[in-house]
């Protein structure tokens, strides 16, 4: 299985602050790599996928990058919305594995 | 834009076998364009991955649960399901359909909330 280690588990942030949520595997994945955000209650959303590419309807404040076994995801200037969980999740084997979740919080 | 509909059994004893449907809208299954997937989340916990079906049938499920696990599609019926029989309060999760495509899951059901309780 490929191991999926997010950091932080948790963050406290302001409106208008970055911020940048970090994905690393335990082995390289090229550029298998996918964001959602998940809001308590409500089922995940993809964000983006393929490392940078944003999914459709999704603000262009959020942006990924990275390669190998280390991503990035970056909300460039934070909104009320984006209070929420965000999971990483490998798609370069079969079997798909995601991150533990970083939950994003209001300071 | 295609929507995705979990429904199915809620309360499930232990050993016995949960059993779930998803219903898809606004696309067809038989067009090739996804895969259709199943990941669970037990409460206050994250995502796990169980698999999924093919629209030709083809499975594939997670090692963990693949002794447990059935996945089938009716494309006449634009559905497909899961099956995990031998159930344990450990199943016991939110459980989401998802469309899969280039490994990405692109539009996801509700969930459904399945709990293993005598």
């Known amino acids: 299985d490929i191991q999926m280690t997010q950091s932080p588990s948790s963050l406290s942030a302001s409106i208008g602050d970055r911020v940048t949520i970090t994905c690393r595997t335990s082995?390289?994945?090229?550029?298998?790599l996918n964001w959602y955000q998940q809001k308590p209650g409500k089922a995940p959303q993809l964000l983006i996928y393929?490392?940078?590419i944003l999914q459709s309807g999704v603000p262009s404040r959020f942006s990924g990058g990275g390669s190998g076994t280390g991503f990035t995801l970056t909300i460039s200037t934070l909104q009320p919305e984006d209070f929420a969980t965000y999971y990483c999740?490998?798609?370069?084997?079969?079997?798909?594995?995601f991150g533990q979740g970083t939950k994003v919080e209001i300071k | 834009q295609l929507q995705l509909q979990e429904s199915g059994s809620r309360l499930v004893k232990p050993s016995q076998t949960l059993s779930l449907t998803c219903t898809v809208s606004g696309g067809s299954i038989s067009g090739g364009a996804y895969s259709c997937s199943w990941i669970r989340q037990p409460p206050g916990r994250g995502l796990e991955y169980i698999g999924f079906v093919s629209p030709g049938g083809s499975t594939y499920y997670s090692p963990s649960l693949k002794s447990r696990v059935a996945m089938s599609v009716d494309t006449s019926k634009n559905h497909f399901s899961l099956k995990l029989t031998s159930v344990t309060a450990a199943d016991t999760a939110v459980y989401y359909c998802?469309?899969?495509?280039?490994?990405?899951?692109?539009?996801w059901g509700r969930g459904t909330l399945v709990t293993v309780s005598s």
């Open positions: 999740q490998q798609s370069y084997t079969m079997f798909r594995t």
């Open positions: 082995q390289s994945i090229n550029n298998n």
């Open positions: 393929d490392t940078s």
């Open positions: 998802a469309s899969q495509r280039g490994g990405a899951f692109h539009h």
